[in-house]
């Protein structure tokens, strides 16, 4: 007997959640599994209703969308919940940001409406600061990069050593001065999401191929984007479509996720 | 360029409190001397914390070992070893508190005041330097660092920190009259403050301790240990810290007793945290509520030497299951005596959320030898608890036992192969199935002052290793129920070297510094740990000494040897000990003094205490309903 958890009732799922959020500051350090631990507490100090899984090891329902690195910041990080009341989407924004240590920042809530989040996330959009590195030195590396077809860079990965083409999902890579940093360039580049993932720092290897750019100290990389690539290469909003749709129609029933 | 888990160094965890460094007049640093993810959830570090952090003017701040990856940045640019909260370095701070719940810390310690730019001599500290003070239960005989701490404070910490506070804080704003010596002085003066400079060691030349004597008249020969009397008055932790990283216990954990009489004569921590102090229910029900609001945490953990002992487990487990009733929180009991465990606890324990293994410890796997360790459990005690877990759908049992106890042999411990096996055959009985299991888990034993066993010879490694495989190999090659049965086992290295440090005097102070300076970190770790390196410096530090490892380890002391410990008060009356060592020989046992008439441990006696047990017959404080 009792294989199986009694038959609790399992509360069911009645809404979806689209969270957007920022990684910043000293939480950049974080893994991802980390900030899933800090979210889940947050989750429950804030009171918000989420919906849990069935069986012995009920697990919150929060499904993740591509975290970026540890290390790197981030402006553009998403997640979807499950709840098993009606929220206010803003009142669980508010009561999320409140919740979260500063650095893990709630910038938008909204229901989700239609299609599926990760559809949506095909790209990103990156800012790598490089310190100790000339103006001249990067054009000349950004443009080599540019023109040479195919990188070849190793990574090492946990299965093993993996050779990437770093060149192949850059959409764009362009470098601009940094007016506050004396000394600083700034690395802008828009890379396609492949399996496996070319992450900025597998562009800066490339870079250190093609041209021997080799900065002394260890970048800063931050996501200021993530989206769908159009046809004209710019980055389309991933909620929009449920913004959209939130406008169109009547206002979200007010029940308060907070306590 | 970079390090493993850059978060462990961030700090920023929920509920920690960085305070204005000039508006605090009395500073200190809390160290727990291992990494990160084992000390952060650490009780005694984050009560302290707590404690110290809601008193004015006095600002806390933590800090734990670093992995070597980020040590060797630290040395190549001249990073001093920081706090974790404010990345302040540790040798600004007035006091640097470090608790030790294992020896095997010692090495960390060392590396820490090193990084920290405090000389590693007591000696050598200049007033500029930050007061140095062990806790935790290793400062029972703090003797083999004696050379590298200021002070060691005994027992319980709550109050201790207040007072060392207000002595700093009169000394500091005197103008720190008569330097560094004159504050150990008035430190010590305080009768239950340990400062090891002002003791002084004589030894024969056998090389068997003389005597130790205050080498000061206004200072005790004996440093009593603190007793924190009403548990109720201080419900910390309150708002427990939250890590950003994973550490070893993800959960919120309630100190529902302190102390033990249950009198197992190997257990260190049930010795010296007597009398027994129970926390009320509506007490424990307050701090559960508050620490999971403040936490977010999902699990709490009921903690004591003997969870289940609480006089008042049954309603308090049956009041916390009904009111997360629903909520996903689930309760732990981390440590259950076979013989207090029954199912309608164990049932509360599942109904919420997980259900996690269930875990016994008899120790000893014949039924003579429980009577030597005075463990007071039967194989019908077992085979009764593990039939009920197994009936109510648990499949699988963690069984602990230890190896190289007093007068054991090698059939004592093979004889855990068929309590195994008996296990099992229950276990299919009453669940009709197959598929269960357990495991066996087993360490060596070391035996530790303030104990009855304090006198006790060691068991060597060599016969313990090979004891530990005659176990697993009957195990294994059992037909019948050896595929059902885990065997998990420790070696007997790392243990001697517990040994060599538990029950050291001040000469294994050399030995520690000499492993340090060859490298030796993080001794608790099996991946740092080098049995050859602490051997070697052994033989290099003890050269022109009489005694060797073997001496402080494998040696059974007499009646009339002066222990190292011996000016340290447990409050446990040194006869009364030798008494239970010699009953322990013949077998006899020992009641717990909760429920029969006092057998004059001495600690009531002589700390003015008493056991404080319930039944309170209080409840929980209905929850306010938040909608």
Known sequence: MARQPDAREVAPAVQRLRVHFAKRGRLRFTSHRDFQRVFERAIRRAGVPIAYSAGFSPHPKISYVGAASTGAASEAEYLEIAVTQTCDPVAVRDALDAALPTGFDIIEVVEARSGSLPDRIDTSRWQVTLNGVTLAEAENAVQRFLQTESISVERVLKDGRRTLDARLPVVSLGVVEEPDLPGCVILEMVVRHLTPAVRPDDVLAGLRQVSDLAPPLPPLVKRLAQGHLDEFDKLADPLAPDRDAAAGVDSVAEISATR | ?627
């Open chain 2, 1 to 627: 360029m970079s390090v493993s888990k850059p978060v462990q160094y961030v700090g920023g965890e929920l509920n920690s409190v960085v305070k204005d460094w000039a508006s605090c007049d009395v500073r200190w640093c809390l160290m727990y001397p291992d990494a990160y993810e084992v000390g952060l959830p650490n009780q005694g570090v984050q009560i302290l914390y707590e404690v110290l952090g809601e008193l004015d003017g006095v600002l806390v701040e933590r800090t734990y070992s670093v992995w070597p990856d980020l040590e060797a940045l630290m040395r190549t640019h001249h990073i001093p070893q920081f706090t974790v909260d404010a990345h302040r370095p540790v040798g600004a701070f007035d006091i640097f508190g470090i608790s030790f719940s294992t020896e095997l810390g010692y090495t960390n310690m060392l590396n820490a005041l090193d990084l920290a730019g405090i000389p590693i001599e007591a000696a050598d500290r200049t007033d500029d330097d930050p007061i140095v003070i062990a806790g935790g239960h290793a400062a029972f005989n703090p003797e083999p660092i004696a050379d590298f701490i200021d002070a060691a404070v005994l027992g319980d910490g709550e109050q201790a920190v207040i007072a060392i506070t207000a002595i700093v804080r009169e000394w500091k704003a005197a103008g720190r009259p008569g330097g560094r010596v004159e504050l150990l002085h008035r430190l010590a003066r305080t009768g239950n403050i340990y400062v090891p400079r002002f003791y002084d060691v004589t030894y024969k030349p056998d090389g068997h301790l003389e005597s130790v004597r205050p080498n000061r008249d206004d200072i005790p020969a004996r440093v009593s240990k603190h007793t924190l009397m009403d548990l109720d008055a201080w419900p910390y932790p309150k708002k427990p810290l939250v890590p950003l990283a994973e550490t070893v216990h993800e959960r919120f954990s309630v100190e529902i007793f302190r102390g033990c009489t249950r009198g197992c004569r190997f257990c260190q921590a049930g010795m010296i945290t007597r009398p027994v102090r129970e926390r009320s229910v509506d007490t424990i029900g307050a701090m559960v509520d508050a620490g999971l609001k403040a936490s977010g945490f999902q699990e709490v953990g009921l903690l004591s030497l003997s969870s289940a002992d609480h006089s008042e487990i049954g309603p308090l487990a049956k009041q916390l299951a009904d009111r997360y009733e629903g909520s996903n929180t689930s309760l732990s009991l981390p440590s259950t005596r076979v013989d207090a465990f029954n199912v309608d606890l164990a049932n509360e324990f599942s109904r919420n959320g997980r259900r996690s293994g269930l875990t016994f410890a008899p120790e000893g796997g014949s039924e003579r030898m429980r009577k030597v360790i005075n463990k007071m459990v039967t194989e019908a005690d077992l085979i009764r608890t593990v039939t009920t877990a197994y009936a109510q759908g648990w499949r699988r049992v963690k069984l602990y036992f230890m190896c190289g106890l007093p007068t054991e042999t090698d059939d004592d411990v093979v004889q855990i192969a068929d309590l195994a096996r008996k296990v099992i055959q229950a276990g299919r009985t009453a669940s009709g199935s197959r598929d269960i299991g357990c495991t066996v888990s087993i360490g060596g034993f070391v035996p530790k002052p303030h104990t009855p066993f304090q006198w006790a010879a060691q068991l060597d490694h060599a016969t313990t290793d090979s004891r530990l495989l005659k176990l697993r190999d009957t195990i294994r090659g059992d037909r019948q129920y050896g595929k059902a049965i885990g065997f998990r086992y420790h070696d007997g290295k790392p243990g001697i070297v517990e040994g060599l440090l538990s029950r050291g005097d001040r000469r294994v102070g050399r030995i520690i510094k000499q492993v340090w300076q060859d490298g030796g970190r993080f001794d608790g770790w099996s991946e740092h740990f080098s049995f050859d390196r602490w051997m070697s410096a052994a033989d290099t530090a003890l050269r022109d000494e009489p005694v060797d490892v073997d001496w402080y380890t494998t040696r059974e002391r007499d009646r009339a040897e002066v222990l190292p410990w011996d000016h340290l008060d447990s409050g446990l009356d040194k006869d009364w000990l030798w008494q239970d060592w010699q009953d322990s020989l013949s077998d006899i046992e020992v009641e717990d003094c909760r429920w029969t008439p006092c057998f004059d441990c001495g600690v009531c006696d002589t700390m003015g205490t008493d056991i404080q047990v319930g039944p309170t017959g209080r409840t929980l404080l209905p929850l306010t309903v938040v909608t």
